[in-house]
């Protein structure tokens, strides 16, 4: 499930695009930040870190892509943990599980109202990125050359497991497809949840607002916590169970500058200005106060975590969804019984 060298050509084109800031610069930052997923008032966020230096070209080039996943609630934001790839989330019987790639290993979260916890973490045994896909409840990864583990990531337990020179191609565990070629084995599933949309902002008159909510923020106050005040117009508002989440934008911050310009540039939107320095960067909640929470420093090679790390917190199956399950256990009890005595007779 690794988009790693797509990213890194798509970014590499367009940042050949903008006028002068490869030539004037010697350095670059990147931070793009994904919303994946609201339940209630908490929201499960992935920031995207890519640092950029100069090749032997005098461009400027990624020199890696970094991954790290937060859980924010009404008390603030907290470190999940970094990975190789951005997490993928699904829905399930009334939770979110959210499922992290990192090198040799695929880590399972899932996420309720008012809760986080830690479900599972599947070991590949294999270098690099893991092969996985979901079908929700089940995650299935290969864990070696030749092995396929199946896990019920409901129950937290093995599905089964499948021996590739035995396996042929095709669909397992209601809904995981496995095509074997000639360069090793793909593994196809659902798709992910689709990220939850942004709300517009707007600002006028001093006010940041967002239009149809009644919500009216003093610019000033907001701007204090931006590395530019023109972002403001460009933040993302998410709209929570009782409050609203605002995220920045996706911007490139230009450092290291040559001779030929005038300091450091950062780039967001359709805006290109200069700046003097960078703070921390953070998210705003709204729930009738404005609150900061800090997620870390962007340091030019490497971003710095500033947020505590996640407590755990135990997630129940919703009622509505418990209840199905026992009118559905009932149901299948009667229809045993029904088909006993009739058997008899």
Request: charged content about 20%; overall charge negative; some cysteine.
């Amino acid at each position: 499930m690794g988009r790693v060298p797509g990213l890194l050509l798509v970014l590499t084109v367009l940042l050949s695009f903008l006028p002068g800031a490869c030539a004037d610069y010697l350095g670059a930052e990147s931070l793009d930040f994904h919303v994946l997923a609201v339940y209630g008032d908490s929201a499960l966020l992935s920031l995207v870190y890519v640092p950029y230096s100069t090749s032997m070209s005098d461009m400027l080039v990624p020199t890696g892509y970094f991954y790290y996943s937060f859980y924010v609630n009404s008390s603030g934001v907290y470190f999940i943990g970094g990975s190789w790839d951005t997490p993928v989330v699904y829905w399930y019987r009334g939770l979110y599980y959210v499922f992290v790639p990192d090198e040799g290993r695929v880590d399972v979260y899932r996420m309720g109202e008012d809760c986080f916890e830690r479900v599972t973490s599947v070991k590949t045994g294999l270098e690099g990125s893991p092969n996985f896909a979901v079908a929700v409840p089940y995650l299935v990864v290969q864990v070696s050359e030749n092995e396929l583990l199946a896990i019920n990531v409901a129950r937290n337990a093995t599905a089964g497991i499948l021996d590739l020179r035995e396996t042929e191609s095709g669909t397992y565990f209601r809904g995981v497809t496995v095509v074997k070629g000639q360069w090793g084995v793909e593994l196809e599933g659902d798709e992910p949840e689709k990220p939850p949309k942004p709300l517009n902002v707007e600002v006028d008159n001093g006010r940041l607002k967002i239009p149809g909510k009644g919500v009216e923020l003093s610019l000033q106050a907001v701007s204090e916590h931006l590395w530019n005040a023109r972002e403001a117009g460009h933040l993302r508002a998410y709209e929570l169970e009782n409050a609203l989440l605002l995220v920045p934008p996706d911007v490139t911050h230009y450092f290291a500058p040559d001779a030929n310009s005038t300091g450091e540039l950062l780039v967001f939107g359709n805006e290109s200005v200069p700046v003097r320095g960078i703070s921390e960067v953070s998210l705003l909640y709204y729930d009738g106060s404005l609150k900061v929470f800090p997620l870390g420093e962007a340091w030019g090679s490497r971003f710095a975590v500033g947020a505590d790390n996640v407590t755990f917190s135990r997630c129940e199956v919703p009622r509505t969804y418990a209840l199905e399950f026992w009118a559905a256990v009932v149901l299948l009890a009667l229809i045993g019984f029904t088909w006993f005595f009739m058997v008899r007779r």
